[in-house]
């Protein structure tokens, strides 16, 4: 009668599939990894966006996550759908989050898990 969400198994499933993604999208995108600048994640719980973010480099042999590559809204905003990544991407243009800004010529991530368990990772030149 009620929606239930099963988290655990939500995250385990993030946890393996997203990161993979995010590397098949930058890998069609002919780039270095060292040039990505910054990745807007969906912003649904911290401890899985951070796992998530160390597994796609690990992927590439980097067992460092860059400083500062992912700014974090869920701490004002929390997790408001999908919202998350527009928003989150807003407020670094605006410069809400300054440590964060991006410039003319950055390659940046979106990336997102969701209804459905559906996976998307886009690959931008701003």
């Known amino acids: 009668r009620y929606i239930k969400m099963k988290g655990r198994?939500?995250?385990e499933y993030a946890m393996?599939?997203?990161?993979?993604?995010?590397?098949?999208?930058?890998?069609?995108?002919g780039l270095n990894i060292s040039e990505l600048k910054k990745v807007f994640i969906h912003q649904a719980n911290e401890k899985m966006d951070e796992g998530i973010?160390?597994?796609?480099?690990?992927l590439y042999g980097i067992s460092a996550v860059p400083s500062l590559i992912m700014p974090m809204s869920i701490h004002n905003l929390g997790n408001s759908s999908v919202a998350t990544v527009p928003t989150l991407f807003d407020m670094v243009r605006k410069g809400v989050m300054?440590?964060?800004?991006v410039h003319p010529g950055d390659v940046v991530m979106f990336a997102s898990v969701g209804a459905g368990m559906n996976?998307?990772?886009v690959c931008y030149r701003m």
């Open 53 to 58: 973010i160390k597994e796609m480099y690990k």
């Open 16 to 29: 393996k599939n997203v990161p993979l993604a995010m590397r098949q999208c930058f890998d069609k995108s």
């Open 119 to 121: 996976i998307n990772a």
């Open 9 to 11: 198994k939500v995250y």
């Open 98 to 101: 300054p440590e964060h800004a």
